[in-house]
Nanobody
């Protein structure tokens, strides 16, 4: 069983920064992809950023240039540095871990609110 535990959400003013972290535990294949998705009220869940075991990254268009994803594969942790936050970044952010074609795990979600 794989567990993902997120931390770091909260309330921040527009233009501010937040850092999200996610720690994975359990039986995890060494070659995997970890990352973040988000879901705002009334909207579909969307990609924020992903990072593979080799460090390759993929960002959603709306966060490119503002968010940076990183990972410590030895500890199975992934971080998301979010800068220049906008009100439209407000959402529940979910940590995700994937490997093989059918193993897909989610964290419980952490709320990020960008408001003055």
């Amino acid at each position: 069983q794989v567990q993902l535990v997120e931390s770091g959400g909260g309330l921040v003013q527009p233009g501010g920064s937040l850092r999200l972290s996610c720690a994975a535990s359990g039986r995890i294949f060494r070659f995997n992809t970890m990352g973040w998705y988000r879901q705002a009220p009334g909207k579909q869940r969307e990609l924020v950023a992903l990072i593979g075991s080799s460090g390759d990254t993929n960002y959603g268009d709306s966060v490119k240039g503002r968010f940076t994803i990183s990972r410590d594969s030895g500890k199975n942790t992934v971080n998301l540095q979010m800068n220049s936050l906008k009100p439209e970044d407000t959402a529940v952010y979910y940590c995700n871990l994937q490997y093989f074609s059918n193993q897909n795990y989610w964290g419980q979600g952490t709320q990020v609110t960008v408001s003055s």
